[in-house]
């Protein structure tokens, strides 16, 4: 059977750690968050498992009220439309979608200005960002109303060992993530771990999956982070160190005899319940920071 095993305690060099208490799992929602479509009611008594951590900056500036229109505009109206957020084989679909929408409730005499949240999700090496473990990860931002940009390299990467890969990724990775703009939530496992370079270099939140930190320019990178990220891997896993996972990170989820796939010896359905296990971690992880702000 897997262990999981949470690593709770404050860094000083990660946003907003060793900050004061928060509204988070199992508390009270925000005022409004409904409307907002912001945050799905987490359900109640469920435990908190990380450190209180403040919250990643927000993007945008808070809404404004306005005075009630028509009465038959009983309704929210959402303006602009999404546009097409997936990417394949290295080409990026600009989207045309701001960071804010308006949302207009005139029966209710409000309008409040949201800010959108997006994921970017960076693949391993052998499969793409529909692999069970990004793809869940993925719908776990989804589901808290982000847009998720999936991407899929574009050509042969180099020997994933050497230190050219780390610039490698970054000139995959990097115009898509200028594209969408913001702060985007960077989701990458094994290979894609190396874009923890440009997460510190642009204060970016993360989760990383079976990151590469055996590795000393992934390890350097994530010292250097500024904004709070989770790390997933397993015992079993060649390139995980459990001990240099925890001094990195309080957001830890180590998983007893996961191999780099996250799999685990016996019955199939046990390496399926690792996987609802970092789905659960990955919630909790985006429950803890507070995103999308």
């Not at 028509?70 to 290295?90: C, F, I, M, Q, Y």
């Not at 000139?171 to 702060?183: A, K, N, S, Y």
């Not at 996250?262 to 909790?284: F, I, K, N």
């Amino acid at each position: 059977m897997e262990e999981s095993r949470y690593a709770a305690h404050s860094q000083p060099n990660h946003e907003g750690a060793g900050g004061g208490p928060r509204v988070g799992v199992g508390g009270a929602e925000p005022a409004n968050a409904h409307a907002r479509g912001l945050r799905r009611p987490s359900p109640a008594g469920v435990r908190r498992r990380f450190a209180d951590v403040p919250p990643v900056a927000p993007l945008d500036g808070p809404g404004d009220m306005a005075s009630p229109g028509p009465e038959e505009d009983r309704k929210a109206l959402v303006n602009p439309s999404t546009a097409p957020s997936s990417t394949s084989h290295g080409q990026p679909l600009r989207s045309t979608r701001p960071h804010r929408t308006v949302i207009t409730i005139p029966g209710w005499s409000i309008r409040k200005v949201v800010c959108m949240a997006d994921a970017v999700v960076i693949p391993g090496g052998r499969f793409g960002p529909g692999a069970p473990l990004l793809m869940y990860a993925g719908d776990v931002a989804e589901q808290r109303g982000a847009t998720v940009h999936r991407y899929s390299w574009s050509q042969e990467f180099p020997k994933p060992d050497e230190p050219e890969i780390e610039s490698w990724v970054g000139g995959e990775i990097g115009p898509l993530i200028d594209t969408v703009g913001g702060r985007p939530l960077l989701i990458g496992k094994s290979l894609g771990t190396n874009a923890a370079t440009i997460a510190a270099k642009r204060n970016l939140p993360a989760v990383w999956l079976t990151p590469l930190l055996t590795l000393p320019w992934v390890d350097g990178a994530l010292g250097r982070a500024t904004a709070p990220f989770l790390l997933v891997g397993g015992t079993a896993d060649k390139v995980w160190d459990g001990g240099i996972a925890r001094r990195l990170s309080p957001y830890v989820l180590e998983v007893e005899g996961a191999d780099h796939g996250m799999y685990v010896p016996g019955p199939l359905t046990e390496s399926v319940a690792v996987l609802s296990r970092v789905v659960a971690a990955v919630d909790e992880f985006l429950d803890a920071i507070g995103w999308p702000s």
